[in-house]
């Protein structure tokens, strides 16, 4: 008979991490996270020193801009490597990176979190085309994030006359996964988790390299009735730390919500957005999405469309879907940012960039961080700080349909409606559209090849994506063209004939 999962400490479990190893982490900003692991082994570092030189390896950021999450691990030889997909919710990791003291890969997360799975398998790694023609692309950084970072981890090949990329193979040596509840014998269940991630890759992919797998739970029970609802076989869990609820809050953001773990309630009610450029920029965004589209909303000022399509009656059109697993429902916002109120279903966040990938989004609604002349976006490097692609290069890839939702300026912009004409009060202190991007997240030509429509929605103007460039299509009404569009852009947009952006996307109140 096999010998059941050890109940230990967490820092009993963390002293079994070996220095130089490879160690996994799920979750989604914070749902999912093993807080409790992650403080302890930040703990042990601490006072003895070790582990240390390893090598973290985690698909969706995870923290929350201050002390939680990934943070803990921001320590200089404790880490040596990291390979991650978003960075701006760990500042501290980013700012080893940018310092150079740590070598630092960005790959998008549908990437990491499916290539979990082709390294539990012990496959050769993962054949895809996300990521062509972005920094990402073995022809360009290959990912890599400063001088220190030297080995290659993808590369260009060539099959049946197409060029792909091949994201190699990491060994995981250590898993640290969150479950709610698990039984004597170590399997695993998610009842209270927002999201299931890619708890069992990390755990096959660990154990598969004669690694081990720490699982942190709310609880213990004798056994489950329903075996369906075991998420992670017993056979694969090592070590079973019990928070007991202490550090297991479910998401940053709140310590339980029931609606996101419960089916769609027609009571929900999301809160009245005032009026502000972002409003603007929501209402013009949803009018591009369909009745029956399915659609992906990106984090940020994206989230403005769900919340003006419920003032407007229009949320049960369209099927809203989160790249973590959640499907249908509404997704929740800032530190619950991967979770959804109500869903319809939630799958695991491998099994979701599979549908994406494959081209199962209808219109993904993205922010921008910078646009050039050719259509192509930077989200991944701004005021001195890196924030990593996270989904946005899966997404932007596999989209029909997308639009990017940016203001025309950043830094300090007031905008004010009167009479229905926009009142442009403050300008913002930086270009949005400038001659070169730092980083290519999005190649505006290859969507064009790729036969993707492209919008980008401003609070006083939009522009479509052309076979010529970048073109400006609306302007809103009381807007000067010159002197508050094109004096504000670092270059000049094709212009043909352009129209009114639609009066009631100023509306002030509804």
């Not at 739970?217 to 070590?239: A, C, Q």
């Not at 309630?265 to 009026?275: E, H, I, Q, V, W």
Request: with cysteine; net charge negative.
């Amino acid at each position: 008979m096999r010998a059941a999962a050890l109940q230990v400490s967490a820092d009993e479990a963390i002293a079994a991490i070996p220095s130089g190893a490879t160690v996994a982490v799920g979750g989604f900003v914070g749902a999912g996270h093993p807080e409790m692991l992650t403080a302890a082994l930040e703990r042990r570092f601490l006072q003895t020193g070790t582990p240390n030189d390893l090598t973290l390896y985690y698909c969706a950021g995870q923290g929350d801009r201050a002390g939680r999450g990934l943070n803990h691990l921001a320590h200089k030889g404790l880490i040596k490597r990291v390979i991650g997909g978003h960075w701006n919710l760990a500042p501290k990791l980013g700012a080893l990176a940018l310092a150079n003291e740590i070598e630092a890969y960005n790959f998008p997360q549908g990437v990491l979190s499916v290539l979990l799975r082709e390294i539990a398998a012990k496959r050769p790694g993962l054949i895809t085309q996300v990521g062509m023609n972005t920094f990402i692309d073995a022809a360009q950084s290959g990912g890599r994030m400063n001088a220190r970072t030297t080995e290659p981890l993808v590369e260009r090949i060539e099959l049946d006359g197409q060029t792909w990329l091949r994201y190699k193979p990491v060994p995981i040596h250590v898993g640290l996964i969150r479950a709610t509840t698990a039984d004597a014998r170590g399997n695993l269940s998610m009842e209270r988790e927002g999201l299931i991630g890619e708890v069992l890759p990390i755990a096959q992919a660990a154990k598969n390299h004669g690694g081990i797998v720490i699982a942190q739970v709310e609880k213990v029970v004798d056994s489950f009735s329903d075996p369906k609802s075991v998420r992670v076989p017993g056979i694969l869990v090592d070590y079973i730390v019990v928070s007991d609820g202490a550090q297991h809050d479910q998401t940053f953001g709140v310590t339980f919500d029931e609606s996101l773990v419960t089916s769609r309630s027609d009571d929900f009610t999301l809160p009245r957005m005032g009026f502000s450029e972002r409003k603007i920029i929501g209402q013009r965004a949803l009018k591009e999405i369909r009745a029956g589209d399915i659609v992906n909303l990106g984090i940020g000022l994206p989230e403005s469309v769900a919340m003006v399509a419920a003032e407007t009656g229009r949320l049960k059109e369209f099927t809203l879907t989160v790249e973590s697993g959640p499907t249908g429902g509404v997704p929740a916002s800032g530190l619950s940012f991967g979770c959804s109120h109500f869903p319809e279903a939630i799958i695991d966040q491998p099994s979701q960039f599979d549908f994406y990938d494959g081209g199962g989004i209808d219109i993904a609604v993205l922010g921008a961080v910078e646009v050039d002349a050719e259509g192509s976006v930077n989200v991944t490097s701004f005021a001195g700080r890196f924030a990593g692609v996270g989904g946005f290069v899966n997404i932007a890839q596999s989209a029909r349909r997308l639009v990017f939702c940016l203001t025309l300026r950043a830094g300090d912009l007031e905008v004010a409606v009167e009479d229905g004409q926009l009142n442009i009060v403050k300008e913002g202190r930086h270009p949005k559209f400038v001659r070169n991007i730092q980083h290519v997240c999005f190649h505006g030509p290859t969507a064009l090849q790729r036969g993707q429509e492209v919008f980008y929605v401003t609070e006083r103007a939009v522009f479509a994506l052309t076979p010529q460039g970048l073109q400006l299509t609306e302007l809103a009404p009381g807007v000067d063209l010159q002197t508050q569009v094109l004096d504000q852009m670092e270059f000049t947009p094709i212009i043909t004939s352009t129209t009114t952006m639609p009066p009631d996307c100023f509306a002030t109140h509804s």
